[in-house]
Nanobody, 118 residues
Framework: QVQLVESGGGLVQPGGSLRLSCAASGFIFSSYDMNWYRQAPGKERELVAVITSAGGRTNYADSVKGRFTISRDNAKNTVYLQMNSLKPEDTAVYYC???????????WGQGTQVTVSS
């Protein structure tokens, strides 16, 4: 049974930091690219950060470059999103996503709420 379980969301003041985690099980984690998406109320889901299966390459949305860092630990089947200098516009539900491009297979977590507010 495939599971992606996000944690680490919450309420934080502008300028603060949060670290999201996504624990994976039920598939070969090290073979999948891992992504973080987010969806704010009334907006479409957007891709925030990507990390390749071996962790050699990362990519970020322009809106989070220099503030967010994606990383992974293949030994722990976990992907992380370190979020610094948070802004109110970062408020959204953040989703973990696993993607195997060769087969077109994609898995989603249930999401974790991040709220940036004073």
């Amino acid at each position: 049974q495939v599971q992606l379980v996000e944690s680490g969301g919450g309420l934080v003041q502008p300028g603060g930091s949060l670290r999201l985690s996504c624990a994976a099980s039920g598939f070969i984690f090290s073979s999948y690219d891992m992504n973080w998406y987010r969806q704010a109320p009334g907006k479409e889901r957007e891709l925030v950060a990507v990390i390749t299966s071996a962790g050699g390459r990362t990519n970020y949305a322009d809106s989070v470059k220099g503030r967010f860092t994606i990383s992974r630990d293949n030994a722990k089947n976990t992907v992380y999103l370190q979020m610094n200098s948070l802004k109110p516009e970062d408020t959204a539900v953040y989703y973990c996503n696993a993607y195997l491009s060769l087969a077109g297979i994609r898995y989603w977590g249930q999401g974790t709420q991040v709220t940036v507010s004073s």
